[in-house]
């Protein structure tokens, strides 16, 4: 029995495996080892997937999380599995890691995250031989949600964009340039806060003005990331929100780099079950 988990800040999706067939579906709170205890997520999970999992003891459990990038905090995580579970083998790895799996399986291609934040590499079917570091979404996150929304609301607030779509953007939200500026800097995930624009962003894509900055915007994240790898010829593979909702545009700007996109998927974790099942085989 294998339990998998792709974790974003946001959200963690579980899945429990018997051979071949998913005897669980569960989401939880999401567990960022850079915000949260290990004893804070023994009791949540306590509260939340212990009882799911029942009297089953996974014998392996393959955690991807947003956060997850050295053995240290990994350690957090995984001593927090180890307790609740009792599982022999418990293996903690990022959530780069676990898209390049859940995407590429066992074959090379380059693996991006697009949500909130952005990340990518280059992985040659066994692990991740090149990373640029993605570096937030003040100095980086090119195409994430957030800087989709940092620059959004950056030119609405400088009456960049067309008339009336700040006026809209506005009320439609609640929102004041005053309340805007108290969110984003002296709020708690002020990048959240940002990306939670995107849905208005979406709605506006057929005006000019909104579709040149997301055209933009993806164009920069492939320049700064995805062409850095000399990945001519490679499958391009992305996963995440922004990738499953902008799918259209992205296809657009990857084809004028001449990039061959191979996936696109809202979350990585159905690739996952397939990589751990062949795993096994």
């Not at 495996?17 to 004893?39: A, C, H, W």
């Not at 957090?76 to 676990?98: H, M, Q, W, Y």
């Not at 009336?164 to 002020?190: C, N, R, W």
């Amino acid at each position: 029995m294998i339990l998998i988990a792709d974790s974003g800040s946001t959200k963690v999706d579980w899945r429990l495996l018997d051979n071949e067939k998913q005897v669980l579906q569960l989401s939880t709170r999401g567990i960022n080892p850079y915000f949260r205890s290990t004893e804070d997520i023994i009791e949540e999970l306590k509260q939340t997937l212990c009882p799911a999992v029942g009297n089953q003891v996974p014998g392996e459990i393959w955690f991807y999380g947003a956060g997850c990038t050295h053995a240290a905090v990994n350690e957090i995580v995984r001593k927090a599995l180890t307790c609740s579970f009792n599982s022999p083998r418990v293996e903690v790895a990022s959530d780069l890691l676990g898209a390049a799996r859940g995407l590429c399986g066992y074959s090379e291609g380059v693996a991006c995250i697009l949500g909130t934040g952005s990340n990518s590499c280059y992985y040659n079917g066994k692990e991740i031989v090149e990373n640029v570091s993605p570096l937030g979404y003040i100095l980086g996150d090119e195409g994430s949600g957030a800087v989709l929304g940092k620059l959004f609301v950056g030119a609405c607030l400088k009456n960049q964009l067309t008339a009336g779509i700040k006026e809209e953007f506005l009320e439609s939200l609640d929102l004041t340039p005053a309340g805007i500026l108290e969110k984003v800097y002296k709020q708690p995930l002020p990048n959240r806060f940002l990306a939670s624009f995107s849905p208005f962003i979406r709605k506006h894509l057929q005006d000019p003005s909104v579709r040149t900055l997301v055209e933009n915007a993806f164009r920069d994240f492939f320049v700064k990331n995805v062409l850095q790898y000399k990945c001519a010829g490679l499958p391009v593979h992305l996963t995440g929100s922004v990738a499953f909702h902008y799918q259209e545009i992205i296809q657009q700007i990857a084809q004028s780099f001449h990039l061959r996109i191979e996936t696109i998927t809202s979350s990585p974790v159905e690739g996952l079950i397939r990589y751990h099942r062949e795993k096994e085989n």
